[in-house]
T-cell receptor, first 116, second 112 residues
């Protein structure tokens, strides 16, 4: 049973054309995360939501925005994609964001974004 | 700022050999450390989680150790199989922090 679902799995967009990536979860977890992962690099956290509380990383470009309309869904909006934004985008969830020492993150399969 | 390093970046072994993957981190004030597996073009799957009070954790052929004072963790995979070929990432969770700090991973190839 899929627990963290990302759509689409592959997205091709043109330079400067806005794109939205989708993530949904069936775990009813409080925290949802968006990571960017480029080839052979560590996943880089862009932002996370604890419930409706939005937390942006200091070095996340303004070009990246996020919405969480309800517990189950979270969206990543890239307002004007550049060539450097081509990457795998990973969504993850956790029950309580690490406040318990046994809490882990559950990842979706990712969306591969190509910018032409 | 926490820095997580995994060396080597890639490893190739014949089937049946034991695998030893290393992870080091700069700040020992961690809450837990996790090992993840990532198959090409896929998301991450959690393998093992070691709490800061633990020294090791085992699951089947996998064993992970943690030495918090020296900032090191090691993942052992016994009797490797071609299906173990993947990238293995470690990540640390710092106390009262909602985010994981990841290493770049070690890409393992097990040759049949």
């Amino acid at each position: 049973d899929a627990m963290v679902i990302q759509n689409p799995r592959y997205q091709v967009t043109q330079f400067g054309k806005p794109v939205t990536l989708s993530c949904s979860q069936t775990l009813n977890h409080n925290v949802m995360y968006w990571y960017q992962q480029k080839s052979s690099q560590a996943p880089k956290l862009l932002f996370h939501y604890y419930d409706k509380d939005f937390n942006n990383e200091a070095d996340t470009p303004d070009n990246f925005q996020s919405r969480r309309p309800n517990t189950s869904f979270c969206f990543l909006d890239i307002r004007s994609p550049g060539l450097g934004d081509a990457a795998m985008y990973l969504c993850a969830t956790s029950r309580d964001g690490g406040s318990s020492s046994t809490d882990t993150q559950y990842f979706g399969p990712g969306t591969r974004l190509t910018v032409l | 700022k926490q820095e997580v390093t995994q060396i080597p970046a890639a490893l190739s072994v014949p089937e049946g050999e034991n695998l030893v993957l290393n992870c080091s981190f700069t700040d020992s004030a961690i809450y837990n450390l996790q090992w993840f597996r990532q198959d090409p073009g896929k998301g991450l799957t959690s393998l093992l989680l070691i709490q800061s009070s633990q020294r090791e954790q085992t699951s089947g052929r996998l064993n992970a150790s943690l030495d918090k004072s020296s900032g090191r963790s090691t993942l052992y995979i016994a009797a490797s199989q071609p299906g173990d070929s993947a990238t293995y990432l470690c990540a640390v969770n710092e106390r009262y922090d909602y985010k994981l700090s990841f290493g770049a991973g070690t890409t393992v190839t097990v040759r049949a």
